[in-house]
């Protein structure tokens, strides 16, 4: 036997104490933790249980762990200078809408859902999905595509906020984001800034700061960051970050001269009964029910004829309840409220003050 086949099986017998694997993964971080994907995992697209045990662990402790090394660089490069050409014909639509305002330069733009763009790679991926299905159960169910994409210029802030604020099962896990990073990330091109842990730390109606919005109260903020701290982190292009749909979070300006792109697909599990669909080209259809192995495709609207998707609608409802959807219009965002009431007001007029984010409070000295 060749040396290196021994160093091998030696490196791969798996060691146990007191029963319990001692589990042997790339990783590196504690806020958030970053696990690596090895270059076999890459290309044979299959999970080590080990990786899995890992993304389980800081999954269900922080609501949002990384995974690198996920996705071959070249369709990230190449999806990107995609969606930044669009960016500029997206910008000049109607119904566009900045995410809390035209400051903070955040949109959300759907990716290409031409044949040529669905690449498996990004909306399937083996190693996502293996998480997804242990997670949420079997045939997790596909169900939003969409990304934030934050514009250079970009000068303010998100507020902090949970993505969803209706009254959420009390069951770990019935939904969640993969963010896909096409480009490498950090606080200079406006990372996502997250709250690890926040995703199970309060109860909905108490951490809120008023009913129909996922905002987070100042004195909750000041109080969380005690315990951990929000943070920016470096994310590498191509890497998935995994987000519990409670977990607080913010979009951040992005100081550079180029877009920073995340894409946002959410899966949500069966037995939820998530009402919301996302739109995909009926020519796709036999394909991907062949090949995007694991998951449901209930959630999918499929579409006669080629879709541009810089003119569909940002649709959305995470809920468990059909009429609560938030439906974009050149009127503006409508939702419920909107519906009742003839007047698109979400997501307009409040600002974001320093009552919306975290201020480092000063140490008193005696
Ligand atoms: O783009 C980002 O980093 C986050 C945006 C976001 O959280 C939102 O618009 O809800
Ligand atoms: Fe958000």
Redesign the pocket.
Known sequence: MAPSAIIDSVESAPKYVDGAVITNVDKHGDNPVVIRLSDEELHSGKTKPETIQELLKYYHRDGFVVLENAIPEALVDRLYNRMIQDNVEYLKKKHMHW??GADTG?V?QIPPLEPDWLDRDFYANPHMIRLCENLLGPKPELRFINS?V?CPGGTAR?AV?S?VHHAWPEIPAWGLVMNIYLQDSGPEN???EVWCGTHTAYRQKEQQATVDRGWIKKEYLQKQAKVKPPVQPKVRKGAICFRDLRLW????PNKSDKHRI?LAIDYFAQWYQCPMTTKLPLSMKEKIEREWEGISTAGVEWIDGEINSLDVPFYLNMTQDPELYLLQTERGFQDHKGRQTGQYKFDTGTKVTDQNYWTPEVEQTA
């Open positions: 995410n809390q955040n959300s934030n934050s998100q906020h993505d406006g990372v996502t979070h913010a979009g951040m995340m």
